[in-house]
């Protein structure tokens, strides 16, 4: 693996990198869900954590996911350049070279793990350097451009975070922090592959085997349905176990089914401008569901903690 490959570099570069392209770097759209659900992670683990601390974690996470999208875009600045919805990200536009990016995305990914350490303790910071890891090299260098696997694999990535911020409150991983990392994994596939099935040229352009380019787009509807049906029983799981209470409950069943619906719907299109009309509609759907069941879950169970509604 040659981290600096002139042959990376994708445009004729135009000036200096400007304070708005490194944070572009961060990827800020992914970021929220990222902080969000480590948010929920941090605040709903058992035990007492100093503020500034807390903040100190939160901040450490969303360096470390900002260091690895950089390290992402550095690795996909090729494929970046032909796809329509990421031409005109900072290197392939030509506003920064490959190689501060990849700086960038080492500094701040090393910067983000040692302070999590000293922060909070070396669970949590081990934690979020193999999420970093795991997304700069087995989803990116590894899996995006070998498998129509690469979203289901890759998924992981994505869903540690909520397992981080509950480890830098307690230092350990349980059952619920295993759950709403779950839940996260199983979200993924539905929702990169709606995106893909309304993509997929661009994917088709850039080499990248999404399933709609591979298996098809009736396969990956029907994986898009089967998944989602999974997603929606998973996420039932804290009530089950007893760590949910009747908020969080009742959004699970609303949400679930409504995701249902939408993937049903795409399964029943044809393949033609319907069928990405509602792939786009689940997509866009998909984006809310996690939110809304990820404050359901914290809300719930902070008014079981300080208001005793089902304790």
Known sequence: MAFLDDSRSTGHLTGEARVEDYLALLKPSVMQLVVFTAIVGLVVAPGVINPIVAIIAVLCIAIGAGGSAALNMWYDSDIDAVMSRTLNRPIPAGR??????????????????????????????????FTIFFYAVIYTIWLKRRTPQNIVIGGAAGAFPPMVGWAAVTGTVSIESVVLF??????????????????????????????????????????????????????????????????????????????????????????????????????????????????????DNLLARFGGVFA
Request: proline residues 5%.
């Open 96 to 129: 920064m070279t490959p190689e501060q990016a990849l700086i960038f995305g080492m500094v701040l990914s090393l910067f983000s793990v040692a302070l999590l350490g000293l922060a909070t303790n070396w669970v949590a910071a081990g934690l979020l350097a």
């Open 182 to 299: 779950l839940i996260i994994f199983l979200w993924t596939p539905p929702h990169f592959w709606a995106l893909a099935l309304y993509k997929q040229s661009d994917y088709g352009a850039a080499g990248v085997p999404m399933m709609p380019n591979v298996a098809g787009n009736a396969s990956t509807k029907r994986q898009i349905f089967g998944y989602t049906l999974v997603l929606a029983a998973s996420a039932m799981l804290p009530t089950w176990l007893g760590f949910a209470g009747p908020i969080y409950t009742a959004v699970a069943v609303v949400t679930g089914l409504s995701f249902v619906l939408l993937a049903w719907r795409l399964l029943r299109t044809g393949e033609d401008v319907a069928m990405r009309r509602s792939a786009r509609t689940l997509f866009n759907y998909s984006l809310s569901y996690l939110f809304i069941v990820f404050f359901a879950f914290m809300t």
